[in-house]
């Protein structure tokens, strides 16, 4: 008995080995003072991607990369700084790829703003054929 | 006739385009996109005591190209590297290093350890260092020339086979 929980201890501690020991950044699992400030800094943990558990936004993932990450935005956020500016801040290092909004004034975007758009024409062009059929 | 087959070719072409998207080979890593401009502002802490810390000033005026490591003790990877970058210590090539999320005494002791091939060695406990570089983990390995302009990235731990192409980046950037 005592040697199985070993074992699973062991399974346990280690994907904690895996990363850093030390505590979590000031600001990584704790909100600011001011809610309209930590509204916003929340808002943008959302659509930030982390970078090393590439599907998760920074807001739901665990790894101490992401706790790092949300200290610096609400630190920025505290400082003053626009959500805009720190997305710019890490778009110009680690690209587009970063942030989960897509720009609407990046050209390579155009398609997926414009898709739904077209859907719909496409829609109503096709039902408005088939309103007019049985008149004749 | 056309129309007939039109959603078999709507299916075929969706089917093939899923197909491209699934097996194209893509980039999977991060890279920063920071290479070819200057390094960014940063000051660190020395990160042991004995050593200095280093700061994006100290890499702006320096006599030519120099590595930079950004590293952890707590990350196996960065041991699988340790002895190359202790070669390259050895053959002169100045590498400075940033340890990650780390305590000065793992340091201390993954250097015993592994080799300390660094000049200069600054403490990022909160990865802000690694983030204003455009590094996305440990470890990361950067080639910052004399004027402080960053010429090369490399992610994941050096490996032999890596360096030929460290090299002519060194020797473009001296």
Redesign the interface.
Known sequence: MRKLLFVIGLGLSLPLAAQGSLAPADYANRQLEDAGQEARAAALMEELRCLVCQGQSIADSDADMAGDMRHLVRERIQRGESPAEIRDYLIERYGEWVSYRPAPERPIFWPLYLAPVLLLLIAGWMVRRRFRRPRP | MVRRFLPLLLLLSFVGIAIWALTAERE?Q?R???VGQPVPAFALEPAIEGKPGLSSADLAQSEGPRLVNIF?S?C?PCKAEAPLLDALAGEGVPIDGIA????PS?ILAFLDEHGDPFERLGND????AM????A??VPETFIVDGRGVIRYHHQGPLMPADLPALRAAWEEAR
């Open positions: 999977e991060v920063s996109k920071l952890a707590w196996l990650v999320r780390d305590r793992d406990p909160r990865s802000e983030i204003a570089l455009g996305s983990g």
